[in-house]
């Protein structure tokens, strides 16, 4: 079955960026039905959902990360991959990717059916 | 930008109650809403979508309801499995999560 895991380093110092991969497993990301996702959680708290991505290199940001968020895929590898600008202590968090499901046909975004199992990064001198 | 206002944020529960989450979107998102749970360590897990529609695989005993701004999550007889955090989820614009709940054995 479809399975998506996280990669990158642990720690990041402040002001740096933060750079994360997410391989895709069991199944193709050159699917129209589906975007793909990066979502955090810092440590206690709530979820909050970073961008998306289609794999014809469409993306889709939350609006208030835009200015620091970069999301890129590539096809030939099955992965897509999270880049965060100017990172703070506030960006440390576990990052999960995820699938989004899409309808090509209609432009409707869904939400999230299967996760990664999420990597920590804490970012800090 | 559309807020989602999650409701209680911790409740207390025995084994085989009825339980109910409420989120209120600050404007209408039509039947744009999910429910996930997360257990300690864990990725989420998608329970409702649309609303009202049982994931795959999911126990009957989770329900979802509600439109436009005013969504239920319920659990009808608890199970020990079911203590964790559940989160609601809009896609109609953008996405945002609740602020979460968390069920907690009394």
């Known amino acids: 079955q479809l399975q998506l895991q996280e990669s990158g380093p642990g720690l990041v110092k402040p002001s740096e960026t933060l750079s994360l991969t997410c391989t895709v497993s069991?199944?193709?990301?050159?699917?129209?039905?589906?975007?793909w996702g990066w979502i955090r959680q810092p440590p206690g708290k709530g979820l909050e959902w970073i961008g998306s991505i289609y794999y014809s290199g469409s993306t889709y940001y939350n609006p208030s990360l835009k200015s620091r968020v970069t999301i890129s895929v590539d096809t030939s590898k099955n992965q897509f991959s999270l880049k965060l600008s100017s990172v703070t202590a506030a960006d440390t968090a576990v990052y999960y990717c995820?699938?989004?499901?899409?309808?090509?046909?209609?432009?409707?975004?869904?939400?999230?059916?299967?996760w990664g199992q999420g990597t920590m990064v804490t970012v800090s001198s | 930008d559309i807020q989602m206002t999650q409701s209680p944020s911790s409740l207390s529960a025995s084994v085989g109650d009825r339980v109910t989450i409420t989120c209120r979107a600050s404007q209408g998102i039509r039947n744009d809403l999910g429910w996930y749970q997360q257990k300690p360590g864990k990725a989420p897990k998608r329970l409702i979508y649309a609303a009202s529609s049982l994931q795959s695989g999911v126990p009957s005993r989770f329900s979802g309801s509600g439109s436009g701004t005013e969504f239920t999550l319920t659990i009808s007889s608890l199970q020990p499995e079911d203590f964790a955090t559940y989160y609601c989820?809009?896609?109609?614009?953008?996405?945002?999560f609740g602020q979460g709940t968390k069920l907690e054995i009394k």
């Open positions: 989820l809009q896609h109609n614009s953008y996405l945002t």
């Open positions: 995820a699938r989004h499901l899409y309808d090509f046909w209609s432009g409707y975004f869904d939400a999230f059916d299967i």
């Open positions: 069991g199944g193709s990301i050159s699917s129209s039905s589906y975007y």
